[in-house]
T-cell receptor, first 115, second 113 residues
Framework: GAVVSQHPSWVICKSGTSVKIECRSL??????MFWYRQFPKQSLMLMAT?????????EQGVEKDKFLINHASLTLSTLTVTSAHPEDSSFYIC???????????FGDGTRLSIL | GESVGLHLPTLSVQEGDNSIINCAYS??????FIWYKQESGKGPQFIID?????DKRQGQRVTVLLNKTVKHLSLQIAATQPGDSAVYFC????????????FGTGTKLQVIP
């Protein structure tokens, strides 16, 4: 079946550091990728939608200069949390949508802890 | 029984019993619905989906019911097993919105051996 891989799965870093998270579709080409944020015991909240070769569409309240998204190829999207602070600590999950009438496939998430 | 606390509502069921997880969705224009299972530390896993032109769909041990009149979705799990313990999310999709998925609040299912 379709597989989406996220890397890293867990990262701990100091406040002020920028962190890059990768999302790859391993066996299909993803025309669209989505980035979600999930706080403990809460639901997934969509942050942005990215289409290959174009600018990402951010949801209301999500700072595009804080969360940089690059979807440079049909198999890779990256989310960079710039100048991360403790309040950015969360579980970040990506998903990928291929062609056709298929549901989104989710990665296993990246747990980000900012000290 | 089912309880609602400050965070995720929790449903506790005995192993072997049937589970019913409910969800209210918000957009009457949503035309596609999915149930996801999320285990601790992992991403959501697709369980079953249903289109808005249907009111019931069955899979292996799972059944999804859709009531568009009251915007209600339910997931029934037959003969619940310990491996079913997880958080379950319903999700609605409006096709006109580039397949954007809106997740519900989630229900934690605890299976008692």
């Amino acid at each position: 079946g379709a597989v989406v891989s996220q890397h890293p799965s867990w990262v701990i870093c100091k406040s002020g550091t920028s962190v890059k998270i990768e999302c790859r579709s391993l066996d299909f080409q993803a025309t669209t990728m989505f980035w979600y944020r999930q706080f403990p015991k809460q639901s997934l909240m969509l942050m942005a939608t990215s289409n290959e070769g174009s600018k990402a569409t951010y949801e209301q309240g999500v700072e595009k200069d804080k969360f940089l998204i690059n979807h440079a190829s049909l198999t890779l999207s990256t989310l960079t949390v710039t100048s991360a602070h403790p309040e950015d600590s969360s579980f970040y999950i990506c998903s990928a949508l291929g062609l056709g009438d298929q549901p989104q496939h989710f990665g296993d998430g990246t747990r980000l802890s900012i000290l | 029984g089912e309880s609602v606390g400050l965070h995720l509502p929790t449903l506790s069921v005995q192993e072997g019993d049937n589970s019913i997880i409910n969800c209210a969705y918000s957009n009457s224009a949503s035309d596609y619905f999915i149930w996801y299972k999320q285990e601790s530390g992992k991403g959501p896993q697709f369980i079953i989906d249903i289109r808005s032109n249907m009111d019931k769909r069955q899979g292996q041990r799972v059944t999804v019911l859709l009531n568009k009149t009251v915007k209600h979705l339910s997931l029934q799990i037959a003969a619940t097993q310990p491996g079913d313990s997880a958080v379950y999310f319903c999700a609605e999709i409006f096709s006109g919105g580039y397949q954007k998925v809106t997740f519900g609040t989630g229900t934690k299912l605890q299976v008692i051996p």
